[in-house]
DNA sequence: TTTGAAATTTAGCCTGGGCTGTATTTTGAA
DNA sequence: TTCAAAATACAGCCCAGGCTAAATTTCAAA
């Protein structure tokens, strides 16, 4: 596996980690918004099982870094950016879900798992998933 | 995709990033130690392309979890429960890098991906690889 | 209209993981 | 053997992401 090495891998992994929230949260926005016409904290509070002040937090970082919009008691909406990357995500998201399904990963396995490697799948990679999902299954 | 949701797994994936990177120091600690004799902080700092500081903390924190020792100005060492670890971290990194060149992907993508993905991967998972590899090459 | 419950904010605390700068210890070369 | 360079440690800083407790604002029901 000619020993990984060479810091640049690596620090990928980890600058990745600070992007990580940050796409969790965007694409539950949307998704709450999408589904109940609207995203209060609390309703992130409960999808992720954090505190409300977390939340709160962490939509202050989602607003400083253009991500998110909201005002003082109301609830959070996402700019086009935020859309952007929210559609993104739930892109991925679906592929590695749909792909995992398709490997022969049972249905809770494969959402569980597929949350946590959604975000260190290149493009490269999601390619090839998809490539076989056609291959497998149409 | 029924909406994720439900505080459970998106909890895990956030602990989660708690041993992660005791899992990359580890399995670099015995990949150093394996090719080298023995593994220096400086190896590490050189390895992750972090700081010396950063690893000396990090090398803190596997000695109080048991994972590691040290003694002041000398190698790091694996305790038997960090070489566990280690060699889980190594198989399954090892699996994830094979299953990626057998679904297709370049090898320079499937080790980056590797990387990421190997401390997201379930044991499911982990199954549903060696036996898409198995079907497939061997 | 008032009031109480629910939601949000603010203050303050913790740990992890990153940094710089400075001191100390090892160690190899002169 | 001495001394300078390399490695390590220590002090002190930052931000992210988690928490509790307390203050504030909204809003609906009485």
Chains 1, 2 share one sequence.
Do not use: N
């Not at 060479?6 to 949260?25: K, M, Q």
């Not at 694409?27 to 016409?37: D, M, P, R, T, V």
Request: hydrophobic fraction near 35%; charge should be negative.
């Amino acid at each position: 596996m000619s020993s990984s090495s060479a810091s640049g891998t690596h620090s990928r992994i980890r600058s990745d980690h600070a992007t990580e929230l940050a796409e969790d949260y965007v694409e539950a926005i949307a998704e709450i918004a999408e589904s109940s016409g609207q995203c209060r904290a609390v309703d992130l509070s409960r999808h992720f099982g954090v505190s409300h002040v977390t939340v709160s937090k962490a939509i202050g970082r989602l607003v400083r870094d253009g991500y998110a919009t909201t005002e003082p008691y109301g609830p959070v909406a996402l700019t086009a950016k935020g859309q952007r990357v929210a559609k993104a995500a739930k892109a991925r998201h679906e592929i590695v879900y749909r792909f995992l399904l398709a490997l022969g990963v049972g249905e809770k396995t494969a959402q569980t798992d597929s949350e946590g490697l959604e975000h260190h799948v290149s493009q490269e990679t999601l390619k090839a998933m998809q490539a076989f999902m056609e291959k497998d299954e149409g």
